[in-house]
T-cell receptor
Framework: KAGVTQTPRYLIKTRGQQVTLSCSPI?????VSWYQQTPGQGLQFLFE???????NKGNFPGRFSGRQFSNSRSEMNVSTLELGDSALYLC?????????????FGEGSRLTVL | DAKTTQPTSMDCAEGRAANLPCNHS???????VYWYRQIHSQGPQYIIH???NNETNEMASLIITEDRKSSTLILPHATLRDTAVYYC?????????????FGQGTILTVHP
């Protein structure tokens, strides 16, 4: 069974630009969560989607947004990039409709903002 | 946010058992204890979780104290590939909606 796939794996942007990251969950998984990981703040929860609906949201500004498609694939978007947005962005899927803590993570998309 | 306390780092000899402790004194009755690990530059990997009873799977064993305020993750025969950051987390199972609150974790180094 294929794991969680994230694209792109690496990308470089400049301040003020926007970026879209993609996540394909494990087949059959309908819950998708997004996390940001930085050396200073560690792993922080961004948001979670299930059946195209955002069910939970972390404490991030409105520049961070996401969506989920009918095939459970998800995208997250960061607009007006800031230097502090440089991070590893991780997507995780869950086999349980109620989104339990048993999450399966992808390898992440490493974003560098210059 | 749910908070756990773990040692910053631990060492273990290859082939020996690695016992990683975690304190979660504010855990409530319906909250599960989860363990994840993250090997450098990879996404976190789920290891095991439990509510009240001790649990075992092919990767590890989880021992939860009777008062549920602490737990220990046991890797029975540590290998070099077990070198990673280990996170102990607790959350309300089916209502957490994908949200896990990660702390700083324990850096486990397995030595030859």
């Amino acid at each position: 069974k294929a794991g969680v796939t994230q694209t792109p794996r690496y990308l470089i942007k400049t301040r003020g630009q926007q970026v879209t990251l993609s996540c394909s969950p494990i087949s059959g998984h309908r819950s998708v969560s997004w996390y940001q990981q930085t050396p200073g703040q560690g792993l922080q929860f961004l948001f979670e989607y299930f059946s195209e609906t955002q069910r939970n949201k972390g404490n991030f500004p409105g520049r961070f947004s996401g969506r989920q498609f009918s095939n459970s694939r998800s995208e997250m978007n960061v607009s007006t990039l800031e230097l502090g947005d440089s991070a590893l962005y991780l997507c995780a899927s869950s086999p349980h409709g109620r989104g339990t803590g048993e999450l399966f993570f992808g390898e992440g998309s490493r974003l560098t903002v210059l | 946010d749910a908070k756990t306390t773990q040692p910053t780092s631990m060492d273990c000899a290859e082939g020996r058992a690695a016992n990683l402790p975690c304190n979660h004194s504010t855990i409530s009755g319906n909250e599960y204890v989860y363990w994840y690990r993250q090997i450098h530059s990879q996404g976190p990997q789920y290891i095991i979780h439990g509510l009240k009873n001790n649990e075992t799977n092919e990767m590890a064993s989880l021992i939860i104290t009777e008062d549920r305020k602490s737990s220990t993750l046991i890797l029975p025969h540590a290998t070099l590939r077990d070198t990673a950051v280990y996170y102990c987390i607790f959350g309300a199972g089916g209502t957490s909606y994908g949200k896990l609150t990660f702390g700083q974790g324990t850096i486990l180094t397995v030595h030859p």
